[in-house]
């Protein structure tokens, strides 16, 4: 989660053209302090945190927030960090700082490529696990997700989904026609790529969780792996475990049809209920 704190400062900093001699200027600190803060290797203090959000003009009203974020990041301890449901900490990855998201799922349609019906629907299927508030706050967030993979200067999406998942009608079948649908549409662009994944590939045998990779634009900022469990996300970023999710996305992949062929199966789901 520093990683992530880091990202969105580090962003706001070159979105201003603010070099890092003078960020480092307003907290009393050098610019390699900047660069380790920015890259998640050391912590920061909520007053340095105040003195950066001022620097980069964030609102009074936005600072508030992330001060909280701060907070909560810095009382993380071990090089698993974890996002508990209630802790509004998946809210801190910035998709605008995102090169390339690779994605293993084998529960529903990902969420950053949901229809607003569909994830409302998935969302009221959790609702019973966190508190009042939680579910729309959930929703806010995949639909936000989903315009930023949609908008200007998205990442690369490369989706891996199993073919059951893709078979629960969530929401209903005519929310969920609507939904394969839009995933067939969302094919024909250029910088998503959707591989099916048959069940006779038997992935979910030896890949419990569904997880995500995300590769940043900054070259300098190591790769995140997401692991989506059932009690929140787990944010890895340690050299030993990203080579094994790399090589496990990577063995995914030539299991499943190509782009091409995932597309017409989609198109089959379809057509095998009128």
């Given at each position: 989660?520093?990683?992530?704190?880091?990202?969105?400062?580090?962003?706001?900093?070159?979105?201003?053209?603010?070099?890092?001699?003078?960020?480092?200027?307003?907290?009393?600190?050098?610019?390699?302090?900047?660069?380790?803060?920015?890259?998640?290797?050391?912590?920061?203090?909520?007053?340095?945190?105040?003195?950066?959000?001022?620097?980069?003009?964030?609102?009074?009203?936005?600072?508030?927030?992330?001060?909280?974020?701060?907070?909560?990041?810095?009382?993380?301890?071990?090089?698993?960090?974890?996002?508990?449901?209630?802790?509004?900490?998946?809210?801190?990855?910035?998709?605008?700082?995102?090169?390339?998201?690779?994605?293993?799922?084998?529960?529903?349609?990902?969420?950053?490529?949901?229809?607003?019906?569909?994830?409302?629907?998935?969302?009221?299927?959790?609702?019973?696990?966190?508190?009042?508030?939680?579910?729309?706050?959930?929703?806010?967030?995949?639909?936000?997700?989903?315009?930023?993979?949609?908008?200007?200067?998205?990442?690369?999406?490369?989706?891996?989904?199993?073919?059951?998942?893709?078979?629960?009608?969530?929401g209903g079948t005519a929310v969920w026609r609507a939904q394969i649908a839009?995933?067939?549409?969302?094919?024909?662009?250029?910088?998503?790529?959707?591989?099916?994944?048959?069940?006779?590939?038997?992935?979910?045998?030896?890949?419990?969780?569904?997880?995500?990779?995300?590769?940043?634009?900054?070259?300098?900022?190591?790769?995140?792996?997401?692991?989506?469990?059932?009690?929140?996300?787990?944010?890895?970023?340690?050299?030993?475990?990203?080579?094994?999710?790399?090589?496990?996305?990577?063995?995914?992949?030539?299991?499943?049809?190509?782009?091409?062929?995932?597309?017409?199966?989609?198109?089959?789901?379809?057509?095998?209920?009128?």
């Amino acid at each position: 989660m520093h990683l992530l704190l880091g990202a969105r400062l580090r962003r706001m900093r070159q979105d201003l053209d603010i070099k890092q001699q003078a960020a480092g200027a307003a907290i009393y600190a050098s610019a390699s302090k900047i660069s380790r803060l920015e890259t998640g290797l050391t912590s920061i203090t909520e007053t340095d945190a105040r003195n950066l959000l001022r620097l980069y003009h964030v609102p009074e009203s936005e600072q508030a927030q992330y001060l909280t974020w701060v907070r909560q990041v810095n009382a993380i301890r071990g090089f698993t960090e974890e996002d508990s449901p209630e802790s509004g900490l998946d809210a801190l990855l910035d998709f605008g700082s995102v090169a390339t998201l690779r994605r293993y799922e084998h529960r529903c349609v990902p969420d950053i490529l949901q229809t607003e019906q569909y994830a409302c629907a998935a969302s009221e299927l959790t609702k019973h696990l966190g508190r009042p508030g939680e579910v729309e706050q959930a929703h806010t967030l995949r639909l936000e997700r989903r315009a930023a993979v949609l908008g200007a200067a998205p990442p690369t999406v490369w989706l891996m989904i199993e073919d059951s998942a893709l078979r629960r009608r969530i929401g209903g079948t005519a929310v969920w026609r609507a939904q394969i649908a839009e995933l067939i549409d969302l094919t024909r662009l250029r910088h998503i790529i959707i591989q099916i994944i048959p069940d006779d590939a038997h992935v979910p045998a030896f890949c419990a969780n569904s997880f995500t990779i995300l590769r940043f634009r900054d070259p300098d900022m190591p790769d995140v792996v997401c692991l989506h469990q059932l009690t929140g996300t787990h944010y890895l970023s340690t050299t030993t475990l990203l080579p094994q999710f790399q090589y496990l996305a990577n063995h995914i992949s030539t299991l499943a049809p190509t782009p091409t062929h995932s597309r017409t199966l989609l198109e089959s789901l379809l057509r095998e209920d009128p």
